[in-house]
């Protein structure tokens, strides 16, 4: 075991050559490329740094807007709801005015059917009336239903004051119109001329005229005043009672 | 049997001889420089990179880690010289189960070489970073009477870290040589493989201390900065 100081020495030499040459070639190159290269991983964590920066500036005004969003949506529906209700209640009421509208109308159409149901209500029923009254006479008293009629008018005429009004109302008529219901014979023509002869204590004209519309009954007129001997009034009875029948 | 590279002579010149310790050290170096050269030529600088760059990569930021967790220095000042004095000691003692090379390790005058520049290098790093005055004043701290030994004990440590690497390197290897002219077959190849183990830690150890006593020179000056 000796030491060769010569080997050492160029030991020493060596050993710094390698140290040298090792640093150009090893340590430098691959220290500069792990830098670079570390360098280049932190620009890349950098960027995405800024990238999630700018991501999360923009989730923050995407949530913004969607915030934003969804309060408008609940204004919107708000008043969306609110016109709804408006309009709700316009057509309501204008559903009410037409209801209370088609109900009056409906009411008067009623009352018009009513009316008019009562008013040939009661003309068939004086129909059917004469005709059973005719037939009665005929049938069961064999007697003739309007001479009777004509028989009595003329003795009211004759016997009460009961037209009284009329008469006084005539002063001296020209002439004098009379209608009947049925036809009449010429005999009761006569009678009913005489009567009111002798009533208006004058000899006016008289006419007569066959009005269907009485059904049963004469009616005397003379300008503008009348007289009626029929069965109007029992009509407007019976009309009345079915009338309050019915309501 | 020839213990020492230093003993086969190559050329003679009276006042210097060319022997296997240095023609294997000229081999060394070749290898080394060569392998960097040729792997380092084309480095990438991206995330994708050769398996001898990794190598290479692996091997380098490993000795820095290693140096700055030691100094607390930047590793870039203590890297050219420890770490190279571990990878040529390293691959020195690898290359000694080639056979018939002769690791220059093995070679006292190697190891003393590699231990005189560790002595000059300790003093050299620590005056980087401390005045002479200061860093001669650690010799008489506490009292002068320390002087002595603790010039002592420089050279002791220099003179261990010489022959603890030779001494290992060497026994290993006549160990070899005696174990083949005894038992040929198996048992070589055993020590062998634990002479491998040896050297790497051999070379582990040398670097280590080298760093020790140069960060250790550096560590007091942080103390009077503190």
Same mark, same amino acid.
């Given at each position: ?247 | ?87 040529? $000691?390293?691959?020195?003692? !690898?290359?000694? /189960? ?8 093995? %070679? @006292?005058? +190697? ?65 070899? $040589?005696?174990?083949?002219? !005894?038992?040929? /077959? ?8 634990? %002479? @491998?183990? +040896? ?28």
């Amino acid at each position: 075991m000796s030491v060769n100081w010569f080997t050492v020495a160029a030991q020493i030499v060596n050993f710094l050559i390698l140290v040298w040459l090792l640093k150009k070639f090893l340590y430098q190159p691959v220290l500069t490329a792990m830098n670079k290269r570390q360098q280049k991983i932190q620009d890349k964590l950098e960027e995405a740094a800024t990238l999630a920066e700018a991501a999360e500036k923009e989730k923050k005004q995407y949530l913004a807007l969607q915030e934003a969003t969804r309060n408008r949506g609940k204004e919107e529906l708000l008043q969306a709801r609110l016109d709804a209700d408006n309009l709700r209640k316009k057509l309501f009421q204008k559903v009410e005015a037409e209801a209370e509208t088609a109900y009056v109308s409906w009411q008067n159409e009623l009352s018009d059917e009513k009316s008019l149901f009562l008013k040939q209500a009661g003309v068939q029923v004086a129909q059917q009336f004469q005709r059973l009254a005719q037939s009665a006479f005929r049938n069961l008293a064999d007697a003739d239903f309007e001479e009777n009629m004509i028989s009595r008018f003329c003795a009211l005429i004759t016997k009460h004051d009961s037209e009284a009004d009329f008469f006084r109302q005539q002063q001296n008529p020209d002439k004098l119109q009379v209608f009947t219901a049925f036809p009449i014979t010429r005999s009761s023509q006569d009678a009913i001329r005489e009567t009111l002869w002798r009533r208006l204590a004058s000899q006016p004209e008289i006419c007569f005229q066959l009005e269907p519309t009485l059904i049963a009954g004469i009616r005397v007129s003379s300008n503008d005043h009348k007289m009626e001997w029929n069965v109007h009034q029992y009509i407007n009875d019976f009309q009345n009672e079915l009338e309050r029948f019915l309501s | 049997m020839k213990y020492s590279p230093d003993l086969y002579i190559l050329f003679d010149w009276g006042w210097g001889q060319i022997n296997a310790t240095l023609l294997f050290t000229w081999l060394i170096i070749i290898l080394m420089t060569g392998g960097s050269w040729w792997i380092t030529r084309r480095l990438s600088c991206s995330t994708t990179i050769s398996a001898g760059q990794n190598l290479l990569e692996v091997m380098v930021q490993g000795m820095v880690d290693h140096i700055e967790e030691i100094t607390h220095r930047s590793a870039h000042h203590f890297l050219p010289l420890v770490g190279t004095l571990f990878l040529f $000691i390293l691959v020195s003692n !690898i290359l000694g /189960l080639v056979p018939f090379f002769q690791p220059p390790t093995g %070679s @006292l005058s +190697t190891t003393c070489a590699f231990a005189l520049l560790v002595f000059v290098a300790v003093p050299a790093y620590g005056l980087t970073t401390r005045t002479v005055s200061n860093y001669l004043g650690e010799y008489i701290r506490p009292t002068i009477l320390m002087l002595p030994f603790n010039i002592l004990g420089e050279i002791s440590r220099t003179f261990a870290l010489a022959v603890r690497l030779y001494g290992n390197v060497m026994s290993g290897t006549v160990i070899g $040589i005696v174990l083949l002219i !005894i038992t040929p /077959l198996f048992v070589p190849v055993i020590m062998q493989a634990l %002479s @491998l183990l +040896t050297g790497v830690i051999q070379a582990y150890i040398f670097a280590l201390l080298a760093l020790v006593y140069i960060a250790s020179a550096m560590e007091v000056e942080k103390k009077d900065e503190g």
